[in-house]
């Protein structure tokens, strides 16, 4: 038989659950579950080097769940973006951590209908999309609110291999109120946090600046979530600027950001984050990202656009050159390194 | 001697005092960006930028079009994770943050989300939070940026995407948020508001030259408190004018709006 002493223990070792945020979960927060998948993905460090074309064929499937590295616009897959475009994916589900000109891009086609909202719609300084937001107020895509900090915290978790997070943000909003999250007192203060659950995506794409043939990555400027992200993804698809040998990452580890054991395909697609901003590579094309603002306000006129710059393009260069090609890239450069601001 | 002066560039002036050499503070683009640069080159060197892509203390060469861009991150002291610069916030590190939303109350709650319809289907939907609710829930004094207009001060935000003073009075912290946290200025075209101790209520604290409180009242959709003494706010200087329009925004992308 208890006696009082035990039940009381009982009692105070109850985690107190004080409110549920009513957003739906796309993902399983389960650490065993992503445990029984890494533990079956292949640890081989094989060349895994192959087109892009071939890479969204193979690990990128109607349905799945994506998130995108970078920070909106800026290290961005846009390349990648394109390709799946192309490719006609649907039903997506998809993290809006700060995904502005991907988010317009995958807007344009439909690619998603559930979305883990951070930041979307927008493109910052630049305004609203047009495009994005038609189709966020058609009532077609399922929003889960979040913040930015919740969606690091969610891909810290997974890449920890713990269902959730504690966090003391979301606490009194309507943020929380159409989140996944849940407020609980804190068993050692009784503080009131927000658990953040921990999200595994299908898949990731990370835009970086090296690899090599099997995998390994290296970033240049600020990593927002990246780190965690290639951790917590089951499949993990890199886009970069250039390829390296083993050797150069052997050369200096530190260097590394993401080990090939994360990574499942390896695409080198030179300037795959136009017209985004690649840092210590290339600045943002704000010309050509205003002609798709400006495309947008007629779906019309948008759908041409669409049509010249991504559909009818075999590949990213394709949409390059038709945007302004070589000189247009040494243009991007020389405002990147700030060079047009040098004393003649 | 009277100098000329927009509305963007006198709000960008009169915010940009609140921030002290040596502190910190977290910020995204546009207005907010602007009210930071200028204070770093005028009176505040050592004011640390902090943006939540992963910069950390960059000397802002021109205004960053994103808060995670090549400039964002210029001549930083070091450049790290999201996760980083929020942890940093939530430790109680960073004194400011500067936001804006499509909507504020009398409160200092804010709505980035969406406007009309329903959450499933928004008659306008806007971006959500971003980092707005990390940086409004975490930095020890937030402080909004926006114009003056009854659209947009509005008795009850439709969706409380960051948190203000909540409900008033001591609603904030029974919700769980870091004391000594909350709404602290606001600063429009036409005057500056700080939020009664007690009930937490926005009040007019300062009048921008040209305005009075009738026009601050009459652009507002709920009753404004008044402070005891109402000051008129100092017109930009020469020297604010000059580093604003020379060094802050050349291309005129913010004043110019």
Known sequence: MKTQTMIEEEENMTMNIIRKGKGELFTDPDPDHARAFFQKKSRKMINKSMTLTKAIETFVHDGDYLAMGGFGGNRSPIAACHEILRQGRKNMGLAGHTTTHEFEILSAGEVFDRVDAAYIVGLEARGLSPCARRYMQTGKVKVTEWTNYCISARLRAAAMGVPFVPTRNLLGTDTFEYSGSIIIECPYTGKKLALQPALYPDVAIIHVHESDVYGNCRIRGILKSDNDLARAAKRTIITCERLISNEEIRRDPSETTIPYFLVDAVCEVPYGNYPGNMVYEYFSDEEHLREWLKAEEDPEVFKEFLKRNIYDCKNHHEYINKNGGMEKLLKLRTIEHLLHKEAD | ?257
């Open chain 2, 1 to 257: 001697m009277t100098t000329n002066y927009n509305p963007m560039e006198l709000m960008i002036c009169v915010a940009s005092r609140e921030l002290e050499d040596g502190s910190t503070l977290a910020v995204g683009t546009g207005a907010p960006c602007a009210a930071a640069m200028l204070a770093q080159k005028l009176n505040s060197p050592n004011l640390a930028i902090m943006f939540e892509a992963g910069s950390v203390s960059p000397q802002l060469p021109e205004m960053p079009i994103s808060v995670g861009d090549s400039r964002a991150s210029y001549k930083a002291i070091m450049v790290s994770t999201m996760g980083a610069i929020m942890e940093t916030c939530s430790r109680g590190y960073v004194d400011y943050t500067f936001l804006g939303g499509a909507q504020i109350d009398k409160y200092g709650n804010l709505n980035s989300t969406y406007i009309g319809g329903t959450h499933a289907k928004p008659k306008v939907r806007f971006p959500g939070s971003g980092g707005a609710n990390d940086f409004g829930s975490f930095c020890w004094k937030m402080m909004v940026l926006t114009v003056q207009d009854a659209r947009r001060f509005v008795e009850k935000c439709e969706f409380i995407t960051t948190p203000g003073w909540l409900q008033g009075g001591n609603s904030r912290y029974e919700a769980g948020l870091p004391e000594g946290t909350g709404p602290y200025k606001v600063f429009t075209n036409m005057a500056v508001m700080d939020f009664e101790p007690e009930s937490k209520r926005m009040r007019i604290i300062s009048i921008n030259p040209g305005y009075s409180v009738k026009d601050v009242q009459h652009n507002c959709g709920f009753e404004l408190l008044r402070a005891p003494k109402i000051t008129e706010t100092q017109p930009p200087t020469e020297i604010e004018l000059k580093i604003l329009r020379e060094e802050v925004d050349p291309h005129r992308y913010v004043i110019g709006r």
